[in-house]
């Protein structure tokens, strides 16, 4: 059976499950302006950053990109991650297990 949300209905900041299912997890993922999540890994991933509002800087190793709403990024959970809310911004996050990864 499909499992069906809506991003209203989501507690949790700056996470917040959006499925019950974690396979693969997603997230959304909401942040204030000038708020920063510190670097961190997801190893055992891909994942894919959709942007649904405001601006993010995103850190990934020693690299900065800069996304705006709408826009979607792809990386190796491997690289530290940085996201940097320049303004307020909300994202849905996946993160799908590489064959290897057991996340």
Same mark, same amino acid.
């Given at each position: 059976?499909?499992?069906?949300?809506? !991003?209203a209905?989501?507690?949790?900041?700056?996470?917040? %499950?959006v499925?019950?299912?974690?396979?693969p997890?997603?997230?959304?993922?909401? !942040?204030?302006?000038?708020?920063?999540?510190?670097? =961190?890994?997801?190893e @055992?991933?891909?994942?894919?950053? =959709?942007?649904?509002? @405001?601006?993010? %800087?995103?850190?990934?190793?020693?690299?900065?990109?800069?996304?705006?709403?709408g %826009? !979607?990024i792809?990386? $190796?959970?491997?690289r530290?991650? $940085?996201?940097?809310?320049?303004?307020?911004?909300?994202?849905?996050v996946?993160?799908?297990?590489?064959? $290897? @990864?057991?996340?």
């Amino acid at each position: 059976m499909p499992e069906r949300t809506t !991003l209203a209905d989501l507690n949790g900041r700056p996470h917040a %499950e959006v499925f019950e299912t974690r396979r693969p997890r997603t997230v959304r993922l909401q !942040l204030d302006a000038d708020e920063r999540v510190p670097r =961190h890994t997801h190893e @055992g991933t891909n994942v894919v950053l =959709h942007l649904l509002a @405001g601006r993010l %800087e995103l850190t990934l190793d020693d690299e900065t990109h800069a996304l705006e709403a709408g %826009e !979607l990024i792809r990386f $190796s959970g491997d690289r530290e991650v $940085s996201p940097y809310a320049v303004e307020p911004s909300t994202a849905i996050v996946v993160f799908a297990p590489t064959e $290897s @990864g057991t996340p």
